[in-house]
């Protein structure tokens, strides 16, 4: 059975510090994609990145990097030098068999708060 | 932006009363998907879509069913709603095939409230 775990349930920050969200799965799949969602306080769901599971290279965005490390299940997410446009909660996801397009298994989410 | 709409967007609605939600895309994505959202749960499927008139079940199906008659809607109904139906629904699309991304859009969403 698949299974994501978002340990903190809620961060607070204060602006311009650096923060890291946990993700840890659980999959008995060798080939598995990982996802990132943000929530905004308006509610819609916007993708952030995709890791497919055979590609342990980090990824960097601006501010943003992901930290994939298939030894311990775990897909971290880093924001640098935070900003308040960055609160939302944050989705972990996890889809896997190698056919793709299978449901996503989401994690519970952090809520993240950054304060000015 | 993904071409998701959902409607409605918020219903109020009394217990033992049908209601049926849609999801209408215009990317003819072959994959809809229905979510529903609710505290400390995160997302969980309900239902979802690999064709037209093809569906299956999600882990919290229970008093819900589907219907996809073309590829650019999907329908959701709750034959009779109650108050653990309370909830906001997130449909969600992607691309298929072999060379696809397997990234799920989502719409905005519609909020239910089962009085």
Redesign the interface.
Known sequence: AQKVTQAQTEISVVEKEDVTLDCVYETRDTTY?L?W?KQPPS???V?LI?RNSFDEQNEISGRYSWNFQKSTSSFNFTITASQVVDSAVY?C?L?DRNS??????????TRLSVIA | DAGITQSPRHKVTETGTPVTLRCHQTENHRYMYWYRQDPGHGLRLIHYSYGVKDTDKGEVSDGYSVSRSKTEDFLLTLESATSSQTSVYFCAISEGGQLAKNIQYFGAGTRLSVL
């Open positions: 994609y996802f969602y509610g819609e769901l993708f995709r989705f996801a889809s793709g397009n299978t449901p996503l298994v989401f994690g519970k989410g």
